[in-house]
């Protein structure tokens, strides 16, 4: 175990071999290890339910308030294991997640909703407010909808308010789920863009959990393919989109989020097959 | 004309105790838009405010036992604030973390237990007799108004009505321009998200259940002022029920408005109807005006707009 952490002292954030079990009974991780270098854009793949928010819930520790426990494995951030801390000292630290589905604050307006993501600052108004004027650098929509309640926004404007108010705590790390979801494929490439900017421009890490698993690997330098609660196959992004089965399974689906039992299953016995 | 001025002395009249609805429904409101927790406990714990106050001011308290003098009337309202403020950190530490997970019907029974505790502790620390509440706000009838427009009203309501727009005007600037209203704010609308942010939800129920308490404390100032600090005090939490039926659960403004609609209303009722049918209509008005609005606008009037997009 220690000769494995030695290995990776490189890595920004690394889990390994975490096993989470919901309800005290319902396992859904069974072992799952990844870890993301410092200035990385890493992908989480797989289908639904494969346990992507799950493993980055587990990372942000927002598991607790969904009855979900970390049983086994450890998770370590600046090589400093986090595990118990809570989500409010995260943030502090530099992890913070942007949820599956946005979760804006609908009766805040957008301005209200980025100022939320500095709560746990403490280095002053100026500063905040200089970020402020960065996020809106980064997404002038906001800017204009400043004023506008954030539940009466479109969903392309309330995923940008969702990765504009995580950009306020000024983290090291945004664990991104399904940024692509609901979206047409211009926005969905707009997001992208502006992740690939930040990840850049301003050295944010990205772990980002996506079922448009084409546009995410295009996008990132490592990719984690997830089934069952298990990492089945992982590597260069550039390598996993040329793979064969990762071609077969996702090809010609890539856009659009609903696949065919059959390609799962063909997908599956491959799998079964290959290991 | 002397008709219009008997009317109007019956508005007012029932404005002010209204005022006094509202300040206990607006201690749900908080609570319960922050936590989603139907606080049952609100009346008492404006019971037990006044009854603390009761004995930092008076001579026969536990804080002159010990002590062997009382505080002047501008220190023991902070004190008891701060008393407030301390239950409130107890409350979380006891009953709110454990049950968190917990459905909202079992939060909502805590809360019984807990008005229960509270009343026997209230009882056993400072005995259930009826005790004068004079922090020096004026008594008997507003001189000015009488003389030049031949109306009675209470000086007192008027300082209570004063004191809840203060308290409702700064509860206001709070929620809008601070970094801790704008969280309390985000809390209410989707606690995973705030929590996802680092705005830690202990932290925010320990605020809530403390400006509830203050707000209960202003209620029980006032209550106690008029009618003595008594345990019948906690009986208006039952009439809260009613306010907060007719202005929405998640409402500070419907909160406001449905406890000065409820005053008003049964106040009319009693002397215009109450003769028709024999008094007492005070008691049950609110009830019946309650039913109706389940009938036809459950939200109420105010209740938060939900936002559908299509
Ligand atoms: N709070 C919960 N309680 C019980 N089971 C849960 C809970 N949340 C998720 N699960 C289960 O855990 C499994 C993994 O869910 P998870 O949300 O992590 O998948 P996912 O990969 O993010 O899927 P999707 O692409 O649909 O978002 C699913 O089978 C799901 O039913
Ligand atoms: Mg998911």
Redesign the pocket.
Known sequence: MSAVIQSEREALLSVNNIE?I??HV?L??RGVSLEVMKGGVVALL????????????AISNL?GA???DVTKGSITFQGEDVQSLSPNELVRRGVIQVM?GRHCFEHLTVEENLLTGAYTRTDGRSRVAEDLDLVYQYFPRLKERRTSQAGYTSGGEQQMIAVGRALMARPAVILL??PS?GLAPQLVEEIFEIVKRLNEDEGVTFLL?E?NTMMALRYSNYGYI?EN?RVVMDGEASALAENEDVKEFYLGVSGD?RRSFRNVKAYRRRKRWLS | MAFDLFLLEVVISGLMTGVMYSLVALGFVLIFKASGVFNFAQGVLALFAALALYDFLAEDGWFFAVFGFTLPVWLAIPATALIMIFLAWVIERAVLRFLVKQEEIILFMATIGLAFVLEGLGDLLFGSDVKPLDIGIPQGASDLLLDNFNLYVEKLEIVAAATAAVLVTALAIFFQKTRVGRALRAVADDHQAALSVGISLNKIWVIVWSVSGIVALVAGIMWGSKSGVQFSLSLIALKALPVLILGGFTSVPGAIVGGLIIGVGEKLAEVYVGPLVGGAIENWFAYVLALGFLLFRPQGLFGERIIERV
């Open positions: 989470v919901y309800d319902i859904v991780l797989g289908a639904n339910g494969a346990g992507k928010s799950t493993t980055l819930k598991l969904e009855r979900g599956e789920d399904e979801m959990a079922q997830l609660g989020d």
